[in-house]
C-alpha cells in the first residue's frame, strides 16, 4: 500500500474541507476499519461527530469516553487530518511519559492508524528535560566513580560530543532516558538534567542531547506528542525565550489535545513554579562581582549574600517534615516575610544598579543578560511568595542543597491568556472529565469560559468480566500477607498500585523476606517504559506502583489482577493544604475528588480491551469504609463484593 503524506482525501476548490473531511471519517470508521478487524463501536462514531464540530468551530471540547470506546483513533485522525489541511503541527500532550509511550510503542494507536490507513504519519517527541542526560554532571562523575550503570551510559554517549572538532551537520541525536533502561531513579539523579542546572551559561548546551531532539522535534509535519510538563513550559516560557533570541520549545500548533487533561491543572502549577536555593543565588552574583562596577553595586551584592544565607538558614530551622511528601511546610511567620521584603528591595535596587553599571562600564553583554534574567526571576519568585494566599511555598532538601519552591495557588487567569485565547481547536480527552457529570470545575479551575463538552460510556460488559472485591484492613502486617496471598493465588499477573512511594517501600521491605514464584518489578528500579515492558513480556510478573494510576495499558494474560493498597486520597503536603484552606468544606471540595477520579482511573487499568477479564481487590480501613462506601458505590463499574 502506498504511503500516503498529504490530506487521505481530495478536496477541490469548490468543496468545503469539514463537508469532505466528515465523509472520510464516515469512511473509516463504517468501512475502512471495520475491513481491517477494528470493532465498529457506537461510542466512537459519536465521539468522532462531536469532534468534527469542534474542529470546524474552534472549540474547546472535553470528551468524556470511558475505556474501550476507541478514543485515541478519533482524535489522532481529526488531529492529523487537520494539521495537513492547515500546514501546521497538532500538539498531543499527555498527562506523563508511560502515556507518551502507549502512542507511539510498536503496535499502538499511531502504527495501528498508519497500518490500517496507508498513511506515514510524521510523529515526533518532546519531552520534558529532566528526560535528558546532563554531559556537565556525567562526564565528571565517570571519571570518579565505579557505577557499572552510570559508566555504560557514559559509554553510549557518541563521539562528536567531546569533539570540539565536529562540524554541527555530523551531530546526531542522543541523551533520552529511554536509551538508558537499566538506570534507576535514584541514579538517574545524579546525571540527568535538573532545575539547578544553568543552561543557558553551559559550555555542553550545543551539543547536549536536549538541543538536539529540540532541533528535531521541532520540524514534525503531523504531530508533536509530548506532556503536560513540557507543554506549560513551554507557554510559561515563550515570551521570555523569544527576548533572548530563541525559538519557543514548541513550534505554532493547528490544534491541542490534552490526553488525560483533568491533570492538566497541576502541569500548569508546576510549569508556573520557581525554584531558588542558595549556590544558584551566589554563583550568579559572584559572577556580577567579577565583572568591573560600581563599589556601591559590590557593597549591594554583599549585603544580599548573607541577607540569604541567613534567610535560608531561617528557613531550613523552621521547615516541618510531611509524611510521605518531600515537601517540608515553611511557617509564615512575621521574620520570614520581613525578610523577604528586605531580600526582594535589594534585587530590585541591584537591577537598577545593573542598568547604570551596563551603561558606564565595559560589561560582557552575554553575562549582563543572564545576570538580568536570574534576578528577575527571583524578584518574581518572591513577590508571588509574599502576596498572602497567592503562593504555595515548600522547602525541599537533598544530599547536596536546600531548594525553596514557590507555586502560584491559582493558574486559571494566565492560562485564559495564554493558552485558550488562542483561536484553535482544544481537545480534552479521558475517562474522567466530569464530576457528577458536570464540567464547571475543571473548565473553571482552567480559565475555560466557553466549551462543548460529552459523556459516553465504556462498551465493555464489565458484569461479565470483572470482579470486585473489598477488604477491610485491620493491621499492615495482616494486609501485606493478605496480599502476598493474593499475588500467589494469581500466579502474578499483578499490578499493585499504592497511594505513596512509602507506601510501596513498607510493602517491599515485607516482600523481600518471602520468596516468590514470579518477579516483582518495582517502579523506579527502571526507566517507566521498560518497566512496563518487563512486565508485559515477561510474564509472569507483579508490577508495584504509585504512580501509574493512569496511562498503563496492558491488555492481555500478562494483568489480569489490580490490587489498590489503600484509597488514594492526596498527601498533607503544601499544595493541597493551600487548597484545603481556601475550601468551604476541604474533604468534599478537595479530598473526597481527588480519591473518587483515582480511583476510577485506577479501576480502568484493569480491563482494556473486550476480551480482558480479572479481579480488583480493593483495601480500606474500617472508618473510610464507613465515611465513604456510598461515594465509592456511586463511581464503581459494578457492585463490590465485601
Known amino acids: 500500500m502506498t504511503r500516503n503524506t498529504s490530506i487521505p482525501f481530495t478536496v477541490s476548490k469548490d468543496d468545503n474541507f ?66 495537513r489541511y492547515k500546514g501546521k503541527p497538532a500538539i498531543i500532550s499527555c498527562a506523563d511519559e508511560t502515556l507518551i509511550e502507549q502512542l507511539v510503542k510498536k503496535g499502538g494507536d499511531i502504527e495501528k492508524l498508519e497500518t490500517a490507513l496507508g498513511l506515514d504519519i510524521d510523529v515526533r517527541l518532546a519531552k520534558a528535560r529532566e528526560n535528558y542526560v546532563c554531559i556537565k554532571k556525567l562526564n565528571p ?30 551531530f546526531e541525536r542522543y541523551g533520552d532516558r529511554k536509551e538508558y533502561p537499566w538506570v534507576s531513579d535514584e541514579k538517574w539523579e545524579m546525571i540527568g538534567w535538573d532545575p539547578l542546572q544553568q543552561c543557558a551559561t553551559c559550555d555542553w548546551r550545543h551539543r547536549s542531547g536536549q538541543t538536539l531532539n529540540r532541533e ?5 509535519k503531523d504531530i508533536i506528542i509530548c506532556s503536560h510538563d513540557f507543554y506549560m513550559e513551554h507557554v510559561w516560557t515563550k515570551e521570555s525565550r523569544k527576548r533572548e533570541g530563541q525559538l519557543p520549545l514548541l513550534p505554532e500548533a493547528s490544534s491541542v489535545v490534552f490526553d488525560e487533561g483533568h491533570l492538566l491543572e497541576a502541569a500548569a502549577q508546576k510549569g508556573l513554579t520557581y525554584r531558588f536555593n542558595f549556590e544558584n543565588l551566589t554563583n550568579v552574583l559572584t559572577g556580577y562581582m567579577g565583572q568591573d562596577v560600581r563599589e556601591e553595586s559590590l557593597l549591594l551584592v554583599e549585603d544580599i549574600l548573607a541577607l540569604n544565607d541567613e534567610w535560608f538558614e531561617l528557613l531550613g530551622q523552621s521547615a516541618v517534615a510531611v509524611e510521605g511528601s518531600n515537601r517540608q511546610e515553611i511557617p509564615r511567620t512575621d521574620t520570614m516575610v520581613n525578610m523577604a521584603e528586605r531580600l526582594n528591595r535589594m534585587v530590585q535596587q541591584l537591577l537598577e544598579q545593573l542598568v547604570f553599571d551596563a551603561e558606564l562600564f565595559t560589561m560582557d553583554e552575554y553575562h549582563t543578560k543572564i545576570i538580568e534574567e536570574y534576578l528577575e526571576f527571583f524578584s518574581y519568585g518572591l513577590t508571588n511568595l509574599l502576596k498572602d494566599e497567592q503562593g504555595i511555598y515548600w522547602l525541599e532538601e537533598n544530599e547536596t542543597t536546600t531548594s525553596l519552591v514557590v507555586m502560584p495557588r491559582l493558574v486559571e487567569d494566565v492560562l485564559e491568556k495564554e493558552v485558550f485565547s488562542q483561536n484553535i481547536p482544544f481537545v480534552f480527552s479521558s475517562a474522567t472529565l466530569a464530576q457528577g457529570g458536570d464540567f464547571t470545575h475543571l473548565a473553571d479551575s482552567l480559565g475555560i469560559n466557553s466549551f462543548d463538552s460529552f459523556s459516553v460510556a465504556s462498551p465493555f460488559d464489565y458484569e461479565t468480566n470483572m470482579k470486585l472485591i473489598g477488604h477491610v ?149 474500617e472508618e473510610n469504609k464507613a465515611l465513604y462506601r456510598k461515594n465509592i458505590d456511586d463511581v464503581l463499574p459494578i457492585e463490590m463484593d465485601w
Request: include cysteine; proline fraction near 4%; charged fraction near 25%.
Open 473 to 621: 484492613e485491620q493491621e499492615a502486617a495482616l494486609k501485606w500477607e493478605q496480599i502476598g496471598a493474593q499475588l500467589k493465588d494469581n500466579e502474578g499477573h499483578t499490578l499493585v498500585l499504592f497511594s505513596s512511594e512509602k507506601e510501596m517501600n513498607q510493602f517491599r521491605k515485607w516482600a523481600e523476606t518471602s520468596v516468590w514464584d514470579f518477579r516483582i518489578l518495582y517502579e523506579g528500579d527502571y526507566e517507566i517504559s521498560a518497566i512496563v515492558r518487563k512486565f508485559q513480556n515477561e510474564e509472569p510478573a507483579v508490577l508495584c506502583s504509585y504512580n501509574l494510576w493512569e496511562g498503563l495499558d496492558v491488555p492481555g494474560e500478562a494483568l489480569t489482577q489490580v490490587i489498590i493498597s489503600s484509597l488514594p486520597f492526596p498527601p498533607k503536603d503544601p499544595v493541597f493544604q493551600a487548597k484545603r484552606r481556601h475550601a468551604n468544606n476541604p474533604v468534599i471540595e478537595v479530598d473526597l475528588p481527588y480519591m473518587l477520579l483515582r480511583l476510577r482511573q485506577g479501576i480502568g487499568r484493569l480491563i482494556r480491551t473486550s476480551n480482558d477479564h480479572g479481579v480488583i481487590h480493593l483495601w480500606i480501613t
Open 18 to 83: 469539514f463537508d469532505r473531511l466528515g465523509d472520510y471519517i464516515g469512511d473509516v470508521f463504517y468501512d475502512i476499519l471495520p475491513e481491517q478487524g477494528f470493532e465498529l463501536r457506537d461510542e466512537q462514531i459519536y465521539m468522532a461527530f462531536q469532534l468534527e464540530q469542534a474542529f470546524k468551530n474552534k472549540h474547546t471540547i472535553f470528551a468524556e469516553a470511558g475505556v474501550g470506546t476507541g478514543k485515541t483513533l478519533v482524535y489522532l485522525l481529526y488531529a492529523i487530518c487537520y494539521a
Open 141 to 170: 562523575l565517570a571519571e570518579i566513580t565505579d557505577d557499572e550503570d552510570i559508566l555504560s551510559v557514559h559509554d553510549e554517549i557518541p563521539d562528536f560530543v567531546f569533539d570540539t572538532s565536529a562540524v554541527m551537520k555530523s
Open 216 to 220: 528535531y522535534y521541532r520540524h514534525a
